[in-house]
């Protein structure tokens, strides 16, 4: 079974520090990693994935993740906080063997104060 | 590409009354779509998973008979509430994952969401 816990269910940071929200994950097989964000009122936007290649994984809008088996983790980062960032991210698992279903994690509200 | 529709976008309806929400992948081929319902300030939760040309599979504690999906073809699923009440006023998202595509496999892409007031 696979699960995924974001710690954190809401991040204050500064327009332009670091952005760092955290994701740990529970699989049984080598996991399917991804980021979403969701603006108000709006479906889900792929942030990046993790699908077994590269370890760091660069997405858009300048967020990149790194996978870490050893801590069973997919922290999400970005260098610089703007204000448009201001959204709800999700994490989520899939295992490759169960036809694509995503795990979601519950989510973290990230706020950018000017 | 890759873009996922959905419609309505909103919907007001009273009790009682039956609610139908369609899917639809615009630009490629889903055998499989997902439906999701979101409450607010909470995370998504997979009510079904919806394949082309056979019965939905439900997840655990979901009605199937108060959400009957249909997926007729590649393009599109729907999901109609029957009997709606109050409580399940909710967002309901839902996904395509995508038929073919090299590292797109095991990608979903979701629609915009659907906001369901009952009355």
């Known amino acids: 079974a696979q699960s995924v816990t974001q710690l954190g269910s809401h991040v204050s940071v500064s327009e332009g520090a670091l952005v760092l929200l955290r994701c740990n994950y529970s699989s049984s097989v080598p996991p399917y990693l991804f980021w979403y964000v969701q603006y108000p009122n709006q479906g889900l936007q792929l942030l990046l994935k993790?699908?077994?290649?590269?370890?760091l994984v660069k997405g858009i809008n300048g967020f990149e993740a790194e996978f870490k088996k050893s801590e069973t983790s997919f922290h999400l980062t970005k260098p610089s906080a703007h204000m448009s960032d201001a959204a709800e991210y999700f994490c989520a698992v899939s295992a490759p063997d169960q036809g694509g279903k995503l795990i979601f994690g519950q989510g973290t509200e990230l706020s950018v104060k000017p | 590409g890759a873009v996922v529709s959905q419609h309505p976008s909103w919907v007001i309806c009273k009790s009682g009354t039956s609610v139908k929400i369609e899917c639809r992948s615009l630009d490629f081929q889903a055998t499989t779509m997902f439906w999701y319902r979101q409450f607010p300030k909470q995370s998504l939760m997979l009510m079904a998973t919806s394949n082309e040309g056979s019965k939905a599979t439900y997840e655990q504690g979901v009605e199937k008979d108060k959400f009957l999906i249909n997926h007729a073809s590649l393009t599109l699923s729907t999901l109609t509430v029957t009997s709606a009440h109050p409580e399940d006023s909710s967002f309901y998202i839902c996904?395509?994952?995508?038929?073919f595509g090299t590292g797109l496999y095991n990608e979903q892409f979701f629609g915009p969401g659907t906001r369901l007031t009952v009355l």
């Open positions: 996904s395509a994952r995508r038929l």
């Open positions: 993790y699908t077994s290649a590269a370890t």
